[in-house]
């Protein structure tokens, strides 16, 4: 604290009323008496008041906070009318600090202050105070209440509840645009004098801002700030209590300011040309490059949309807008050919989505630029002139005739030739074949429309100089009819005629089919191969023919079946027409002609044959049926385990038995040939199944000196003579390879059927001895030179 403020604050303190009457006077009025003394005070009515004298006389105290000095701070002094001044009564002091913080002279009733007091940490204080007898300790006056005030100094400068403050403010905003309200307090007491008056200053950040003096508000004061030029600003603001003058304390703080984005700069693309190259052969989709506008201001006011608004290259061009990046990305919207066009050129623009309003005549908000796109050759497969082909022939046409042609050119400007081959996979029973040099494609084997209507083929064209360019294209062929099939039966008839049919009867309703199937329908004709005196034909004309009776009555016993040859027509060119032969059988039928038997036992009993002779023959039969039935299974039992090529059972015959060389003393020995007594029993036949165990028989030892030959021989004899070996020769086959594998066959000798455009023409460098596999393989029949 300076000298001129402590000489100011105490010129006020010694001027003040209260400060000149320190000490507080009482007189005592006895209550029993209640004697009062006051002046008489006329009243309009004629009557006299009086005024009460009160015990005490108060008056606040008012104490200065912050005392500097050594003694002790001198406060006020309580005074009774009862004090004589002979020390009969004692002041007593209570109340918030008496006795530590407050103290009063018991004699002489003056109270003093023992430290130094802040009114921030207490304003006031209130106390009691009483005057008692010192002899008998009995109150002289009531005990009564005073407040002792502390006196504010300016003993505190203006605080910021934040020492930094962060605020924003749009750019490019109007002068006086608010920015942010800052506030400082003041502990000192507001209602005494200016200790608590604030006033705002700015002491860093001018010229672009200023700060209002009473409030605190800090505003723009520059007009159409910038953020692109710059955004962050640190602005100091000074509180200073005193209504600002000079001595008044201060505090400062801190405001960080930063100038948000608005959209007030358009896109740019920093080039008027921009060049891009793709490959023809790049599909639909390919990215061919970016573009890319800058844009000086942030978030959703930098956010651009990309567009194609002219150029030779809209159809062929499309761009879409990559959030994330901000790029426009051009892509292929339709297949592009070099040889059609090499150069495509496009006008970009791009333009802000978010524009505000109030920055209009800064736009427009959009830029364009040149974009030209090189398309860069590639060699290219074949193309046909379709994308699939579909022929129609009749079935009956002679082999090798053509049935239509496939065409193919190479879109590259060198415009290789062309071979065309067909895809075997695509026609494993070799139908048909393709001309390699024009891709005509004729016929192998004869068609058959009842077989497969329809035959899905691949075409492959490849050029020669480049075989790996190769294109594939679908070759549907249609199988037209002819009619060469002759019309059948629909189904097998079973049919009987009663014994006592009449003439006229309908006895069978039959029809037919054809495999043959003619634009206008099928069309049927029914007729007898010749006159048949039993039974004719009546055709319905509806596909369908009527079997009647043409004489009265049949007997079983003379004729039990008859056979109808029935003639089958159609209605095509050329006409096929087939015999059905329908079997009828005579039957006892009753009188509502439902059949009740038609079997050989009718037969048999008008011959005279009695029961127990049918029985005997049925016994006959069953045992006749048993012996058989134990022959073949006694036959099957012989049965060799391999019976041909066609079991499909797994045989696995090892035959690696070497032997243990000349060490092994268990090895084949010739001399086992020579003695047949050496073998301890016989083997047993391996490929049939043995019925039963026969005990080997002995046979005479052969002289040492008997020639191996003449040793083999006998003993085929002997073999040929063994009752238990089978009167056959059993061939074991161990070809049998399974199902076919998922890798299929590796053998060189079936890789003409698998791989329809392989290349054989190598063989014919190998000389004379390859020239026909060459032929075979390389220039067959299967894709010869046109």
């Known amino acids: 604290m300076t000298i001129y403020q402590f000489l100011l604050l105490f010129l006020l303190w010694v001027c003040l009323p209260h400060f000149c009457s320190p000490e507080i006077m009482f007189r005592r009025t006895p209550v029993p008496q209640k ?103 009995r109150p002289v006056e009531p005990e009564s209440e005073f407040v002792i005030k502390i006196h504010d100094i300016n003993d505190n400068e203006p605080t910021f509840p934040e020492e930094i403050y962060t605020a924003s403010v749009p750019e490019m905003s109007v002068v006086g645009t608010s920015v942010v309200q800052v506030t400082a307090t003041d502990a000192d007491d507001p209602s005494y004098g200016n200790s608590a008056r604030v006033i705002y200053s700015i002491l860093q950040g001018q010229p672009y801002f200023s700060v209002e003096p009473e409030t605190g508000i800090i505003r723009t004061a520059l007009p159409n700030m910038n953020r692109e030029n710059r955004e962050q600003y640190q602005v100091v603001i000074q509180a200073k209590d005193m209504g600002g ?162 065409m193919a050119r190479d879109p590259d400007s060198t415009s290789s030739p062309i071979r065309f081959s067909l895809d075997r996979h695509t026609d494993l029973d070799r139908i048909f074949n393709i001309h390699s040099g024009n891709g005509s494609l004729y016929t192998s084997k004869p068609l058959d429309r009842e077989l497969s209507q329809w035959h899905n083929l691949t075409v492959i064209a490849a050029e020669i100089n480049n075989p790996k360019e190769m294109t594939r294209v679908a070759v549907f062929v249609r199988i037209l009819d002819v009619n060469d099939n002759a019309p059948q039966f629909a189904v097998f008839y079973d049919t009987f005629v009663c014994e006592n049919a009449r003439p006229g009867q309908l006895i069978q309703t039959i029809s037919a089919v054809d495999k043959d199937d003619p634009l206008g329908g099928q069309k049927f004709f029914f007729s007898l191969a010749a006159v048949n005196p039993n039974f004719t034909v009546q055709d319905n004309e509806d596909n369908t023919a009527r079997i009647l009776t043409r004489k009265n009555g049949f007997n079983r016993h003379e004729i039990s079946t008859y056979l109808l040859p029935v003639v089958i027509s159609d209605n095509d060119y050329p006409i096929q027409s087939s015999t059905g032969t329908l079997t009828i059988r005579v039957c006892a039928c009753d009188s509502q002609g439902n059949m009740q038997s038609c079997s050989a036992e009718a037969l048999l009993l008008p011959a005279g044959l009695s029961t127990g002779a049918l029985i005997a023959i049925l016994l006959c039969i069953i045992i006749l049926l048993v012996v058989l039935f134990a022959a073949l299974k006694r036959q099957r039992k012989k049965e060799p385990l391999i019976l041909s090529k066609e079991d499909i059972r797994d045989n696995i015959v090892s035959y690696n038995d070497e032997g243990g060389g000349e060490e092994d003393t268990q090895a084949f020995d010739i001399g086992t040939l020579r003695n047949p007594a050496a073998i301890e029993e016989k083997k047993l036949r391996r490929d049939i199944i043995p019925e039963t165990l026969f005990i080997p028989r002995r046979t005479p030892t052969a002289p040492d000196n008997t020639d191996v030959r003449d040793f083999i021989n006998e003993r085929l004899k002997e073999h040929d003579l063994d009752p238990t070996a089978p009167p056959y020769d059993s061939l074991a086959t161990y070809a049998y390879e399974g199902n076919d594998s998922i890798a299929e066959s590796l053998s060189s000798l079936e890789s003409g059927t698998t791989d329809g455009d392989q290349n054989y023409d190598y063989l014919r460098e190998w000389g004379p001895r390859f020239n026909k596999l060459a032929e075979m393989y390389g220039g067959g029949e299967s894709d010869k030179d046109s």
């Open 35 to 137: 004697r009062i003394l006051g002046a008489r005070i006329p009243r309009s009515d004629g009557k006299i008041l009086h005024r009460q004298k009160r015990g005490w006389m108060w008056n606040q105290f008012f104490l200065l906070e912050e005392y500097t000095g050594s003694d002790y701070q001198y406060v006020g002094k309580l005074h009774s009318d009862q004090d004589k001044g002979d020390g009969s009564l004692k002041y007593i002091l209570s109340g918030d600090g008496a006795g530590t913080l407050f103290i009063i002279d018991e004699k002489t009733g003056d109270i003093h202050a023992t430290r130094r007091i802040d009114r921030e940490e207490k304003a006031f204080y209130t106390l009691r105070a009483q005057a008692i007898n010192r002899r008998t300790l």
């Open 245 to 406: 003058q000079m001595g008044g304390l201060s505090g400062t703080t801190t405001v960080n300011i930063t100038l948000t984005d608005v959209n007030d700069n358009p896109p740019r693309f920093p080039q008027n040309t921009i060049h891009l190259r793709v490959l023809e052969s790049s599909p639909v989709g390919t990215a061919v490059g970016s573009v890319k506008a800058t844009d000086a201001d942030t978030g959703k006011n930098a956010e651009v949309e990309y567009r194609i608004i002219d150029g030779d290259g809209t159809d062929m061009f499309d761009i879409i807008t990559e959030k994330d990046t901000q790029e426009g990305i051009i892509t292929v919207k339709k297949p592009l050919d070099y040889e059609s066009r090499r150069l495509y050129t496009l006008k970009v623009e791009a333009e802000n989505t978010h524009v505000d309003p109030r920055f209009y005549y800064l736009g427009p908000f959009k830029d364009t630029t040149i974009v030209k796109i090189s398309i860069e050759d590639v060699d290219e497969p074949p193309v046909f002139s379709r994308s699939s082909y579909l022929f129609e022939v009749h079935e009956d046409i002679e082999v090798g005739t053509i049935i239509g042609t496939v």
